[in-house]
């Protein structure tokens, strides 16, 4: 069993920096994939960012690409998602997700086996 938990969330002004971060325990945690998600009250879950498993690839929606970027130390089993520019529509509930199948991260919510419990980001304008 692998659990998620997500930190760093808050509120931040336009053009802000937030630092996400995403702890899984278990040491298999670090072989799987992982991304972030993230959820805006009235919207569908979206994909942001997902990381390969040994971190050498990285995708981006394009929305926050450019301005955001994932990475992992797997050493500390920490996925981390860094945020800058940050803009009002960034604004939603942040999931982090782990992928135990794979070695390349999906964009759809059922390529995932494990969450977190979400952290809130707030972009203020």
């Known amino acids: 069993q692998v659990q998620l938990v997500e930190s760093g969330g808050g509120l931040a002004q336009a053009g802000g920096s937030l630092r996400l971060s995403c702890a899984a325990s278990?040491?298999?945690?670090?072989?799987?994939?992982m991304a972030w998600f993230r959820q805006a009250q009235g919207n569908e879950l979206e994909f942001v960012a997902g990381?390969?498993?040994?971190?050498?690839?990285?995708y981006y929606s394009d929305s926050v690409k450019g301005r955001f970027t994932i990475s992992r130390d797997n050493a500390k089993n920490t996925v981390y998602l860094q945020m800058n520019k940050l803009k009002p529509e960034d604004t939603a509930v942040y999931y982090c997700?782990?992928?135990?199948?794979?070695?390349?991260?999906?964009?759809?919510?059922?390529?995932?086996?494990?969450w977190g419990q979400g952290t809130q980001v707030t972009v203020s304008s």
């Open positions: 997700a782990a992928d135990s199948d794979n070695s390349f991260p999906g964009r759809r919510r059922s390529d995932y086996d494990y």
């Open positions: 278990g040491r298999a945690a670090r072989s799987f994939a």
């Open positions: 990381i390969t498993r040994v971190g050498f690839s990285t």
